[in-house]
């Protein structure tokens, strides 16, 4: 069975400071796996996405991915935060290409500090 | 604007009632996922249509039903509705972005059941 769970709830980061959201993964195929942000009371948006090309992924907003297959990881990380960073990040794992059928973490809340 | 549209934004109704929830997808996109966000559950795939058939299900109560019409429009069917009901229903559409191939979230209806 696939899953994948995020480390941390609650992040909160001082803005200009660099960002960590931690995501690990479990999958016996080959995962596909995703970053979305959802900022309040919108809907999702796609960050980045990794599909075996590159271990390192650059996504939108500067945030950018590495799929660590020893680690079974895929943190997302920024070098500097922004205030309109400050939303809810979700690690999500497709287990079967394209099918649509996403697993998502329980997400994690990122707070930035001016 | 994601270009997958859902309406209505909020929906509010009584235990035990019907509603109808209804996502048109990204311009010339085949298929229609119904994803569940609840404070409980987190976000859960509940089923995706592919050009007006049923390609995929996931953990969708047997009081749901959807369906896909020839425009392409999807309709999520909800009833004797029960207060445990009550989440934020997203459609989703597939779309490559500047991010990668991904899938692309309406802004979501919440329902509030009373």
């Known amino acids: 069975a696939q899953s994948v769970t995020q480390l941390d709830s609650h992040v909160s980061v001082s803005e200009g400071t660099p960002v960590l959201l931690r995501c690990n993964y479990s999958?016996?195929?080959?995962?596909?796996l995703f970053w979305y942000v959802q900022h309040p009371n919108k809907g999702l948006q796609l960050l980045l996405k990794?599909?075996?090309?590159?271990?390192l992924v650059k996504g939108i907003n500067g945030f950018e991915a590495e799929f660590k297959k020893s680690e079974t990881s895929f943190h997302l990380t920024k070098p500097s935060a922004h205030m309109s960073d400050a939303a809810e990040y979700f690690c999500?794992?497709?287990?079967?290409?394209?099918?649509?059928?996403?697993?998502f973490g329980q997400g994690t809340t990122l707070q930035v500090k001016p | 604007d994601s270009g997958v549209t859902q309406t209505p934004k909020h929906l509010i109704t009584a235990t035990g009632q019907r509603v109808t929830l209804r996502c048109s997808p990204r311009?010339?996109?085949?298929?229609v996922y119904w994803y569940q966000q609840s404070l409980d559950q987190g976000l859960q795939f509940l089923i995706q249509?592919?050009?007006?058939?049923?390609?995929a299900k996931g953990n969708i109560l047997e009081r749901f039903s959807a369906q896909q019409f020839p425009d392409l429009h999807s309709e999520l069917n909800l009833s004797s509705l029960e207060l445990g009901d009550s989440a934020l229903y997203f459609c989703?559409?597939?779309?490559?972005?500047?991010?990668?191939?991904?899938?692309?979230f309406g802004s979501g209806t919440r329902l509030t059941v009373v």
């Open positions: 999500v794992v497709s287990p079967l290409s394209n099918t649509g059928k996403l697993i």
């Open positions: 989703a559409s597939s779309v490559v972005t500047e991010a990668g191939y991904g899938y692309t």
């Open positions: 249509y592919y050009n007006g058939e049923e390609r």
């Open positions: 311009s010339g996109d085949l298929s």
């Open positions: 999958s016996s195929y080959s995962p596909s």
């Open positions: 990794y599909t075996s090309a590159a271990t």
